[in-house]
């Protein structure tokens, strides 16, 4: 891709400014303080059923939704793979002080795949797999947006709490990564692969939220955060909360959120074409956590979600919606009865020594038979294991481990009963 001039003066900047942690002056009278940073993270594995590695796809594989055993090109795969335990990013952020205990901030971030120095792109990924699928693919809220994971400007103040304005995460998504037991690991956590499952309430575009205010404050051991999404009648809108506890020892969060006309992403049935479905979801997740020991830590969660009819249907054929730059073959309006998910997990990890961590977890998705039997019952269990060895604050070493297995009406015919992923990699933060 092609970056302007502009952008490389900001990006030129921002490192000069990182590296030296000096403010610079960019307007006579305000001192900004502005960085570069990021996580390059990539790990060598195989998975036991898969399509190929996709060079585009976030997480290059996909170890986390069953597959069809009859579905050609699968088998066992292994290769390099991007994020193992962080998806890869980079990004500028800034603040300025603007006085009476109030700053001014931006966030601006980027995901990437390391392994292919590309911008990650699921939607890429989703249309280049249309017609016959050969690399792994799923739908996701990092569709090659030169910023896809953040970019928000805001107001800070100790007293009031923070405004963000821009392309928020949902509130879901920070409680996952609060309370996913194994670091919501994007290869060894189903809630740190599917943004479905770990953030976006049952709707993976959901996980960031585009035009978005989103309020976050502390009061003592009290933490709270809002978010709105402003929409129209023909175009997705929402909402949602946290409140939260922690005093240290113990945590505990509540958070919900409910979207109008979400748009959901899939390969189309012809080539580099994606196929799209407009419904509604709303969710609501509860987590806990407790500090046995300076050492060990327990953590476990229960996630509801539910796919519902829009609110409004959108045109079925036309270029009426997009989907990141990618050709739209069609679009479905979900119509039918409402489609029901539960999440349940458990898992702690424990400092072995003060650089190396064990952390396991169990996570049981259950998706409900619906009314209308168009979406029938099945469970999907998984067992996570992670090791991780930090050399320091910034370089870590890790080996993990996920098995899943499949049972139940909606895996009963044409589905692997099973699959596995191991992967050791790096991780580097700067």
Not at 290 to 316: C, H, M, Q, R, V
Not at 357 to 377: I, M
Request: no cysteine.
């Amino acid at each position: 891709m092609k970056i302007n001039s502009s952008l490389l003066a900001v990006i030129a900047v921002g490192t000069i400014s990182g590296v030296a942690h000096a403010d610079m002056s960019i307007i006579s009278g305000d001192s900004v303080n502005v960085q570069v940073y990021g996580i390059a993270d990539a790990a060598v594995g195989q998975v036991q059923n898969s399509l190929g590695v996709d060079p585009q796809f976030p997480a290059s594989v996909n170890p986390v939704n069953a597959i069809k055993s009859s579905q050609p090109g699968i088998g066992s795969v292994s290769g390099l793979f991007n994020g193992g335990i962080s998806p890869s990013r980079f990004g500028i952020k800034g603040d300025v002080d603007v006085g009476s205990g109030v700053k001014g901030f931006f966030v601006l971030e980027s995901g990437i795949n390391v392994t292919t120095g590309q911008l990650s792109n699921a939607g890429a990924a989703l249309a280049s797999n249309g017609g016959i699928a050969t690399t792994a693919a799923a739908n996701s809220s990092i569709d090659g947006q030169l910023f896809s994971r953040q970019a928000n400007v805001g107001l800070s103040s100790a007293d009031l709490g923070s405004l963000a304005l821009g392309r928020n995460y949902a509130p879901i998504f920070d409680t996952t990564v609060a309370y996913d037991p194994v670091q919501a690991s994007q290869l060894f956590s189903p809630l740190g692969f599917s943004g479905t499952l770990g953030g976006g309430g049952g709707l993976s575009e959901d996980t960031r939220v585009d035009n978005s205010l989103k309020y976050t404050k502390k009061f003592g051991e009290v933490n709270v955060s809002a978010l709105y999404k402003f929409g129209t009648a023909t175009q997705e809108n929402g909402f949602g909360g946290t409140v939260g506890y922690d005093n240290g020892k113990l945590g505990l969060e509540l958070s919900y959120e409910a979207f109008q006309n979400g748009i959901k992403g899939a390969s189309g049935s012809v080539p580099n074409q994606v196929a799209l479905t407009n419904a509604n979801t709303s969710a609501i997740m509860f987590a806990g956590k407790y500090k046995i020991t300076n050492d060990a830590n327990l953590k476990a969660g229960y996630e509801t979600f539910t796919l519902s009819n829009p609110t409004t249907n959108l045109p079925t054929t036309g270029a009426g919606v997009g989907y990141y730059n990618q050709i739209v073959q069609k679009l479905a309006n979900f119509n039918g009865s409402n489609q029901t998910t539960n999440v349940y997990w458990f898992g702690g990890d424990y400092n072995v020594t003060p650089k190396l961590n064990l952390a396991v977890g169990y996570f049981d998705v259950n998706q409900q038979q619906s009314a209308d039997l168009a979406q029938k019952n099945g469970d999907s269990t998984y067992l996570s294991l992670l090791v991780d060895y930090q050399f320091s604050k910034r370089l870590d070493t890790y080996a993990g481990f996920m098995a899943a297995q499949y049972s139940g009406d909606a895996f009963s015919s044409g589905y692997y009963s099973s699959n596995s992923i191991f992967a050791v990699g790096a991780r580097l933060k700067f």
